[in-house]
C-alpha cells in the first residue's frame, strides 16, 4: 500500500467545522469556505488542498461551481493551481516578517520636491467589482473607500483610490486618514506580510483626471496594490501618475 504524506492525507480529511454539512450551492459560497478553512490553518502554507471532485462531494456542490471559486482564489494569489501536481496554499501566506512598504512621499522627497497630502473623500459604499474580486467579498459588501491626492512642489504627482476590509481593519477612524495617507497608516499599524503589484496602462477619467490636471482619457500609468495579513487580503488602491512618470525598481 502506497504511503501518503501526513499533511497531504490531513488536506484529504473533511472538515468538522460548523456549518460546512450544510449544500454550497455558488461559487461565491464555496470561495468563502475554502477562504475560511485556509485562514483557519486547516491547510498550512504549501500544502496540498482537496481536488475539486474531492470539494464537490464534500460541499455538495458541482465541480464546475469549486473549480469557478478555485480560480478566483488562484488569480487572487490564495492557492496556486497546476496540471498533475494539484492545488496548494500559496506559500507566501505563511510570511510574519513585518513588510517594509514604499510609500509615496518617500518617493517624492526623493525627487528633492516638497511633499503635500490631501484627502478628497472618506466614504464607506459597496465595493466595486474589482475591489470585490481584489478583496474577495461577497456582492454587496461595504468596504472603505478612501480618495486621496499627492502634491510635488504644488503639483499634481499621483491620485490615489485605497478600498480598506473594515472587518479585518477595525480600529481605523476617518479622521486618521485626513493627516496621514492610508499606506502609512497601514505600514505603521498592521502587520502586512505581503504585496501584489499590477502596472495598468489606461486613460484617465473623471476625479482623476481632474486631480492629476490632465484631459478627459490622457493615458497615465496606473499602479494596483493588494496588501496582505497571511491569506486575508485587507487592501487595496490604485495609484495614477501623470504622463512621463518614470517608475524606477531596485533589487
Known amino acids: ?77 490564495i492557492i496556486e493551481r497546476r496540471r498533475k501536481v494539484g492545488t496548494r496554499v500559496t506559500a507566501s501566506a505563511s510570511r510574519r516578517t513585518t513588510l517594509e512598504m514604499p510609500v509615496i512621499r518617500d518617493e517624492i522627497e526623493a525627487m528633492g520636491a516638497e511633499y503635500a497630502y490631501q484627502m478628497i473623500s472618506y466614504e464607506e459604499r459597496q465595493a466595486s467589482d474589482i475591489a470585490r474580486h481584489a478583496l474577495q467579498v461577497d456582492s454587496g459588501e461595504r468596504l472603505i473607500l478612501v480618495r486621496s491626492q499627492y502634491l510635488a512642489n504644488g503639483t499634481p504627482h499621483c491620485c490615489e ?31 502586512l506580510t505581503h504585496t501584489r503589484y499590477a502596472i495598468v496602462a489606461e486613460g484617465a477619467t473623471g476625479l482623476c483626471a481632474k486631480n492629476l490636471g490632465v484631459a478627459e482619457h490622457t493615458p497615465v500609468l ?26 524606477v525598481s531596485e533589487e
Not at 225 to 244: E, G, K, L, M
Open 1 to 77: 500500500m502506497t504511503n501518503i504524506s501526513g499533511s497531504f492525507a490531513r488536506s484529504l480529511r473533511p472538515s468538522h467545522r460548523s456549518g460546512v454539512s450544510k449544500r454550497v450551492n455558488t461559487w461565491q459560497s464555496v470561495r468563502t469556505e475554502v477562504l475560511s478553512r485556509i485562514r483557519a490553518r486547516e491547510w498550512q502554507p504549501g500544502e496540498l488542498i482537496p481536488t475539486e471532485e474531492q470539494l464537490s462531494a464534500q460541499l455538495g456542490c458541482a465541480r464546475a461551481t469549486v473549480n469557478r471559486a478555485l480560480r478566483e482564489l488562484a488569480d487572487s494569489g
Open 161 to 191: 483610490t485605497i478600498w480598506l476590509h473594515p472587518k479585518l481593519l477595525p480600529w481605523m477612524a476617518q479622521n486618521t486618514f485626513r493627516e496621514l495617507p492610508a499606506h502609512e497608516w497601514l505600514a505603521a499599524q498592521v502587520p
Open 222 to 247: 496606473t499602479i494596483e496594490r493588494t496588501n496582505w495579513i497571511d491569506a486575508s487580503p485587507v487592501s487595496f488602491a490604485r495609484q495614477f501618475y501623470r504622463p512621463q512618470h518614470r517608475l
